[in-house]
């Protein structure tokens, strides 16, 4: 079985969510299947249709998340020391071009959002950083970009 790495604030995250499907998504799914059939002839009731495929949609999410909490291999950045980028790891670089200053987290799949400054472990960027210490060069090559970024500071918060 494939461990999944994540925060502890992204295995709350998907615990809280799972819960939110089972006690609240669902029943009120059930309910709304039921108001649905009270309204007839069930092969031209749309919200009948739609409250199915939502109760599909439901499921699978819901499997996914017991899935990836199964799977979770926990591990809290504050507890983590290294002079070396890793899971966990809160960077600051800076971009060769532009100077411009940029900090971000390495993150499981889960909790990946750029817009904060997450990136997903499995992404190009945090590849291209992993095992770098301060001081270090961080080349980043992708089809459409391709930059230089220097490690200023390796943080573990």
């Known amino acids: 079985m494939t461990r999944v790495p994540m925060t502890p604030e992204g295995f709350a995250r998907l615990t809280e969510e799972l819960a939110r499907i089972k006690n609240v998504e669902v029943p009120k799914n059930i309910k709304d299947i039921e108001e649905a059939r009270e309204h007839g002839d069930l092969r031209e009731n749309a919200e009948y249709h ?35 980028v890793v899971f966990g790891a809160t960077v600051t670089l800076e971009n060769e071009d532009t100077g411009e200053i940029t900090k971000v987290k390495i993150v499981g799949e889960d909790e990946a959002d750029p817009n ?42």
């Open 50 to 84: 739609a409250a199915k495929d939502k109760q599909g949609h439901l499921a699978a999410r819901q499997n996914y998340l017991q899935d990836r909490l199964a799977r979770a291999e926990v591990i809290d950045p504050k507890t983590l020391k290294s002079d070396r």
């Open 116 to 157: 904060r400054g997450m990136i997903n472990l499995a992404s190009p960027m945090a590849k291209a950083m992993i095992g770098k210490s301060v001081d270090d060069e961080v080349k980043l090559k992708t089809s459409q970009v391709q930059k230089t970024f220097y490690v200023l500071k390796i943080e573990f918060v």
